[in-house]
């Protein structure tokens, strides 16, 4: 397997965060993988050898410039200075270019932006934050702006919600890449789940406010019920773990993670076939009782509501990759 070259995009008054998130999934050694071949990464800027103030009072410089991204495998636009503001002549033309040669086109946060004003996204979903989605969608009408989802996938051309959905998407390009179990690792050293459920509903505003008189219990019930996920779970199991009521357990733990229990249960369920299903083993009945589904019927409502794709799909395009 040949190096896939990725590369992200430096600018003046950019913040920190996106561009450390790229560098973490895709800069760092991985000897956990093995041999596998990881990714190139380089970071790229309109003038390269310039210093770029960034966010915080600090600055970097990039040692390539905005050519890079005609030989890029994979091209990554974090966040833009100025959200709905002129994006570079100079950027939108090299971004077609990429897009031209067949490379893949990536948005963090307000970088949709930049993916839009190439004209790219038009007449196509895409998302931003969940603040600038409205401005997104009135600076450019023909895109199918949802402020509803972390991440967008139309093949050629993704984006993500705010900064911490980066981790998301990065995260779900390193599983179309090299599989599920791959991600898993890459994440397992990231400290954050491989998969997470809910859309950016659960972080606006007034859905987000701290959670007073709670300990351990919902972390603990979480890591019970992981270890569990073939048996039957229900709130009342996991309540009594917690040692809380039920009525409190379901509104404390829907308050913390932006989901109910027995969704994030399902949740953790699809994540845990995934791996199962590129291993190219069992059928999908048998994956489905493995990981705690009732029936595979069940399954394949659950698996096709949160991959938009079925069990079946999933494994004829990931079983490759997975074996690769």
Request: glycine share 8%; aromatic share 6%; charged share 25%.
């Amino acid at each position: 397997m040949e190096k896939h070259t990725v590369a992200v995009v430096a600018y003046d008054g950019m913040a920190p965060f996106e561009l450390g998130v790229v560098v973490e999934v895709f800069g760092l050694a991985r000897p956990e993988l093995g041999e596998r071949p990881w990714y190139e990464l380089k970071v790229c800027a309109q003038e390269p050898g310039r210093q770029l103030r960034v966010v915080g009072g600090f600055s970097v410089r990039a040692e390539h410039g905005l050519d890079v991204l005609a030989s890029a495998d994979t091209v990554i636009v974090p966040g833009v200075a100025e959200a709905g503001g002129e994006v570079p002549a100079a950027l939108v033309d090299a971004l077609l270019r990429a897009h031209e040669r067949g490379a893949r086109l990536v948005s963090i946060c307000s970088g949709a932006f930049a993916l839009a004003a190439t004209g790219l996204l038009d007449g196509r979903r895409a998302t931003t934050h969940w603040r600038y989605a409205r401005a997104l969608a009135e600076r450019h009408p023909r895109v199918e702006v949802d402020p509803d989802v972390l991440y967008v996938d139309n093949g050629d051309v993704l984006s993500s919600a705010g900064s911490a959905a980066g981790i998301d998407l990065c995260l779900y390009l390193v599983r179309a890449d090299h599989g599920a179990e791959v991600a898993n690792k890459v994440a397992r050293r990231f400290v954050v789940p491989p998969h997470r459920e809910g859309g950016q509903a659960q972080f606006i505003e007034a859905a987000v406010r701290p959670v007073d008189g709670v300990d351990d219990g919902i972390a603990r019930s979480m890591d019970w019920a992981l270890g569990r996920l073939h048996t039957p779970l229900s709130v009342a199991a996991l309540a009594t773990v917690a040692a809380m009521s039920e009525r409190s357990y379901l509104r404390h733990f829907t308050r913390r993670n932006g989901v109910s229990p027995m969704r994030w249960v399902v949740s953790q369920r699809v994540a845990a076939s995934l791996p199962l299903l590129e291993s190219g083993e069992g059928s999908v009945d048998e994956v489905a009782a493995a990981v705690g589904f009732d029936s595979a019927a069940t399954f394949r409502h659950h698996f096709t509501r949160r991959m938009r794709t079925t069990p079946m799909a999933y494994r004829k395009a990931f079983t490759r990759v997975a074996a690769a």
